[in-house]
């Protein structure tokens, strides 16, 4: 069931009694198939009357609901959202501005305070008035301030999957490819085209150059400048970031078996920390854990390599270069 809003205009006494933890605990609560809740709209809110706002919505102070915009059952916008253009929220939902093409919004993703979700790239190779798209899957948290943008070209797309954090002021420039349940800290920025696979997750003040790729379950160190691919497993560090061995907590952190993790351990060091560089080059000492009988049968192992291959292919960054350890 959805129903027509009409904006209401406030008067000064509303704002002072208002808090803003209170616009969140004024919804009733959903706990039944058949109950419905009631919707929310903060006085200071500008809803056209045109708009379409299902059951238990809560729009937040100082927000702007666009004339074509739709929201879904159980949306929440925090304040100072904007929604404009053709733009519906909930299950396979449309949220942007008056741009051609659109952004798609799933279901129970929480937009911050001044977050900006679905506006025009910032790629010199947009051309104006071409369509451009974003994706967004399930239960996303998008943080204060971060921005999210769409894509450079009609035949791309920005994309991003279901369960991820994305902490405040981070950025996803166009074009990026973000798996699941990775956590991005404040100030995460990603350049266009990258790629961030599952389960990653970046501390604070960190910047990954484009078209490189964030392998799964690694781990990239607070202010790290990223530019070549990060393997899965792997931690990085360092103002241009340098492969400091493997996500070791991060795996414990995921379940992953002590015999797996030991496997992908010796792996490790015999691809990246041979007892004598000389005799193998990088290739062979690859090859080398291909072709190990114990290793080769090891899930996690063969999946390290084929992502340390996949970079290493042609029109792709490479990886980044192993911490040399000083002996001092």
């Known amino acids: 069931m959805s129903l027509f809003v009409k904006f209401r205009k406030s008067s000064p006494s509303s704002l002072s009694i208002f808090s803003f933890q209170s616009f969140f605990t004024t919804l009733p609560h959903f706990s039944g198939e058949k109950k419905e809740t009631s919707s929310f709209i903060h006085p200071t809110a500008v809803v056209h009357p045109n708009a379409i706002i299902g059951q238990g919505v809560s729009i937040g102070p100082f927000c702007t609901i666009g004339s074509s915009a739709r929201l879904g059952n159980g949306c929440q916008l925090y304040p100072a959202s904007h929604i404009f253009g053709n733009t519906e929220l909930g299950s396979g939902a449309v949220v942007g501005d008056d741009l051609p093409g659109q952004t798609v919004l799933g279901c129970n993703n929480i937009i911050g305070h001044h977050a900006v979700v679905g506006v025009k790239c910032q790629d010199m190779k947009y051309k104006p008035g071409e369509e451009c798209f974003l ?21 791309d797309r920005t994309v991003i999957g279901d369960n991820n954090l994305i902490m405040g002021s981070c950025h996803i420039a166009h074009d990026c490819k973000i798996g699941n349940n990775n956590i991005f800290a404040n100030k995460t920025l990603l350049a266009g085209h990258v790629v961030v696979e599952d389960y990653t997750h970046t501390a604070g003040a960190i910047a990954v ?25 792997t931690m990085v560090a360092g103002e241009r970031a340098e492969l400091r061995g493997l996500n070791l907590e991060g795996l ?35 090859a080398e854990v291909e072709q190990d009988e114990e290793l080769s049968n090891v899930p996690a ?10 970079s290493l292919a042609e029109n792709r960054r490479g990886i980044c270069r192993v911490r040399q350890w000083s002996n001092l």
């Open 209 to 233: 150059h484009q078209f490189c790729r964030v392998g799964s379950f690694s781990f990239v160190g607070g202010g790290s400048v990223v530019s070549e691919d990060v393997p899965k497993y």
């Open 135 to 155: 994706d967004v899957g399930n239960n996303n948290e998008i943080r204060e301030h971060a921005s999210i943008h769409r894509s450079s070209k009609s035949s």
């Open 252 to 286: 414990r952190r995921r379940g992953f078996m002590v015999s797996e993790i030991k496997s992908l351990r010796m792996a490790y060091r015999k691809i990246f920390m041979p007892v004598d560089a000389n005799n193998m080059g990088f290739e062979e000492r690859l």
């Open 301 to 310: 192992v063969c999946s390290m390599v084929q992502s340390i291959r996949d």
